[in-house]
């Protein structure tokens, strides 16, 4: 080929490249390098057990109930059953309140679980600071929460969301640049998978009751709003373990039934302006299943004018452009997906890729298998989706992406960290993404959110990446 050919060659590949980049948002330049991810051995300080016969440990709390009155409290005691007592007291009110709780246990294979408490603490006040003590005598451990302010439209509430945690030396740095983040996040949406002990030999559940040690120091202290994750599952019919979700269901309670679920894997809050619609992945949700009748008549009682802000936590993500668990959530798009646009859902939170990822708003619910318009499509009425499984476990990153980035994507990157969505009224909200690698009040991928009731305008235009 002559000089003038290469020079038309040139051109051509440029061109190429040129409209490769126009497909799609942004895929961050940044390239992280791909170390090992291990878990922190058994005898790290953060699993450490607290001193003391019997003493409470793996502390956790989550909402209660449907509006934000009660909180489910947790803890696990290892030689006896003890109390399953909670005392609690407001901050400005000196006078010992007592709830009743109740314990459970459970074996799994070769193994038998401590004594796992729940006690639901119930008729709190609304956006006041509790105390509370579990434990009896020397033992007994004193922690501390703080209500949400009661439900209504303009109510500012922060969520932290974390996914995939695991146990491993990055789900340290993913848990500590959260609790250091300088957008102080009120309660988490946990988006799934939590210990990853399943990947331990015979599911070692003794990995379970670490995770429980290690996430204590935020677990405790603000609730955790749980969606199960493919970890969950648990199944292992060749230890002859056959119910699914027995380690899950048995260690972390949440209020299913305050929303008329049938089941503790789908279920619905309100906290502050927000309604909470929590799915899962990892049950059926065709049509005439029990979630599919569950969600088909949950979604029209959200009230937006009582709460504005309509979010969507399940653990596979309906859009990803990772090659990690690729379509895996297309089952849940296909039936779900024309209600979220329906009902105009803020935003949809998933896990499961272990990396972060933001879209559009876009839908694919126009396609029928003859109009061939099986291409997602800008639409206003539909969710951001957002995908951070980036907690940092033992199995390591996602980075494997699809060329080119589709024009769904805006933003991804292959990187550990957390998100949070401050809510500031009715109209808006503030969106971001921390990477664990940068400073703790970093943001590494912000943007304003506005509301698709109050105030459904377009907002791609503010957004800020990189
Ligand atoms: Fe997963």
Redesign the pocket.
């Known amino acids: 080929m002559g000089y003038f050919g290469c020079n038309i060659l040139v051109v051509l590949v440029l061109v190429l490249n040129e409209s490769h980049l126009c497909n799609g948002g942004v895929t961050s330049s940044f390239v992280r390098k791909v170390d090992k991810t291990i878990d922190m051995p058994l005898d790290s300080d953060v699993f450490r057990v607290p001193p003391g016969y019997n003493a409470p440990q793996q502390v956790h709390i989550t909402q209660g109930d449907h509006v934000g009155k009660a909180v489910i409290v947790s803890w696990v005691t290892m030689d006896e059953p003890g109390s399953s007592t909670v005392v609690y007291w407001s901050e400005n009110c000196q006078q010992k309140n007592k709830a009743n709780g109740k314990v459970t246990t459970y074996k799994f294979y070769n193994y038998t679980s401590g004594y796992i408490h729940h006690c639901t603490i119930e008729n709190l006040k609304f956006n006041t600071k509790y105390y509370y003590k579990i434990g009896i005598g020397r033992v007994a451990r004193t922690f501390w929460f703080t209500t949400p302010p009661e439900v209504g439209p303009d109510v500012p509430y922060t969520f932290g969301l974390i996914g995939?945690l695991g146990q491993s030396f990055d789900s340290n740095k993913t848990l500590t640049h959260y609790e250091l983040n300088p957008i102080k996040g009120q309660a988490v949406l946990f988006v799934?998978?939590i210990s990853y002990a399943d990947k331990y030999p015979n599911h070692d559940n003794n990995r379970w009751d670490s995770w429980g040690r290690f996430a204590e120091r935020s677990t405790a202290y603000q609730p955790w709003i749980w969606t199960a994750?493919?970890?969950e599952i648990d199944f292992a019919p060749e230890l002859g373990e056959t119910e699914p979700f027995k380690p899950y269901t048995h260690r972390y309670h949440v209020p299913y039934r305050a929303s008329g679920s049938t089941s503790p894997l789908w279920y619905s809050i309100k906290r502050a302006s927000a309604y909470i619609i929590v799915l899962s992945s990892y049950s059926a949700c065709g049509k005439y299943t029990p979630q599919y009748k569950w969600l088909k008549k949950e979604l029209p009682k959200v009230n937006r004018i009582e709460t504005p802000w309509l979010f969507v936590v399940v653990?596979?993500p309906l859009y990803n452009s990772y090659n990690n668990?690729y379509m895996e959530g297309e089952t849940m798009r296909v039936v779900y997906e024309q209600w979220f646009v329906k009902y105009k859902v803020d935003m949809v939170f998933a896990?499961?890729v272990h990396a972060y990822e933001r879209t559009e708003r876009i839908s694919n619910v126009a396609y029928n298998i003859v109009n061939e318009e099986c291409t997602p499509i800008p639409d206003q009425s539909a969710p951001i989706y957002i995908t951070i499984?980036d907690g940092g476990n033992l199995e390591g990153l996602a980075t494997n992406m699809t060329e080119p980035q589709p024009n769904y994507s805006a933003f991804r990157e292959a990187s550990y960290g957390h998100a949070t969505i401050a809510i500031q009224n009715r109209y808006h909200a503030v969106y971001s993404w921390h990477r664990n690698h940068d400073g703790c009040a970093v943001e590494a991928d912000r943007i304003w959110v506005n509301n698709r009731f109050w105030y459904p305008f377009d907002e791609s235009t503010t957004a800020k990446s990189g």
Do not use: K, Y
């Open positions: 995939d799934g998978d994750g493919n970890h653990h596979a668990h896990g499961h499984g």
